[in-house]
């Protein structure tokens, strides 16, 4: 069995807080050239487009000199080049530095602006404005929050001190606690605990649950209520993928502002920011595993709808 080795350090700088595209052509395969392979490889690009970017010289090896058109294939050569990114509607909200130190970095996300890149959303994410504003391209992220979720992200400074971090969340060392707004339903007993077992299929947009051994685990608690409309304290014990969305519908109170959870609506226009998702990650605590410090984060922002529940409850 064939050892992988790590890969060279990137020779192309950041793009706009962005990383160069990574290529390892396989040991195995019976193309003549690098060209050939990455022509087959990457059919998205579209006809013509990885031969002009050889021929501008802006496909490159592990030292950084561009690749030949005509260079031949070698197996496991690594390349790098920067794909130009679909065009992107600007998210007008800011991301708001809680803390740093020179270990990590707390943000609160605004909604609408996705972690990190990924898919179509590349340039406008947490991790490519912070990396290009605070001057750290090696930034990494934690964890996740969802593109329409707002609040906390704890991100990573030194990339060898990200595996440290992450294995606070894996192993359940860190406090989470989201605040979301809800229709208000007086025959609901709350507090409650939800527990059961969520599974998210690659390609399908919403979550589901299902039969088995619960992989999801949410308290929730009634903080106040005003004209129909609850504010609820969430802690999850898990982090599956929208876990608090799903929890929330199964009792009947669906988030306000979610376009999956109960159902399915119809695609907002990429540039309508006006009726976000109401959840917000507020309060993040933890022990931090390098410094040993106690950290006790909390969101500055708050959810629109509780300051206009009639709009909201409408629809408008």
Do not use: C
Not at 17 to 40: C, S, Y
Not at 226 to 247: A, C, D, K, N, S
């Amino acid at each position: 069995m064939r050892r992988r080795t790590p890969p060279p350090p990137a020779p192309l700088p950041q793009r706009d807080g962005v990383d160069p595209v990574r290529v390892r052509l396989p040991f195995d395969g019976t193309w003549a050239t690098v060209r050939e392979h990455l022509v087959e490889r990457l059919t998205g690009a579209g006809p013509g487009v990885i031969e002009s970017m050889l021929g501008a010289g802006l496909i490159v090896d592990a030292d950084g000199r561009a690749v030949a058109p005509d260079a031949p294939y070698e197996p496991g050569m690594f390349v790098w080049f920067h794909r130009d990114p679909p065009p992107e509607v600007p998210v007008p909200f800011p991301v708001e530095v809680v803390y740093r130190d020179a270990h990590i970095v707390v943000a609160d996300k605004p909604h609408f602006l996705a972690t990190t890149p990924r898919g179509s959303h590349v340039t406008q994410t947490a991790l490519a404005r912070l990396r290009h504003g605070l001057d750290l391209p090696e930034l990494t992220a934690a964890h996740r929050l969802d593109r329409l979720t707002a609040g906390l992200v704890l991100f990573i400074v030194r990339p060898g001190e990200r595996g440290t971090y992450q294995t606070l969340f894996r192993d359940r060392r860190v406090r989470k606690e989201y605040e979301a707004l809800a229709p208000y339903d007086p025959t609901l007993p709350l507090p409650t605990t939800v527990r059961s077992r969520i599974v998210k299929e690659r390609g399908v947009h919403a979550a589901r649950e299902v039969e088995g051994e619960p992989n999801a685990v949410t308290r929730v608690e009634l903080v106040e209520r005003r004209e129909g409309l609850g504010r609820y304290r969430l802690t999850p014990e898990t982090g599956q993928t929208h876990q608090l969305r799903v929890h929330l519908t199964t009792l009947g109170i669906p988030i306000l502002g979610d376009p999956l959870y109960p159902q399915e609506l119809a695609p907002a226009p990429v540039n309508d920011f006006r009726r976000p998702l109401q959840l917000l990650a507020r309060r993040l605590e933890f022990t931090d595993p390098v410094t040993g410090a106690e950290h006790a984060f909390v969101s500055a922002r708050t959810l629109e709808a509780w300051s206009a529940p009639d709009r909201w409850a409408d629809g408008e």
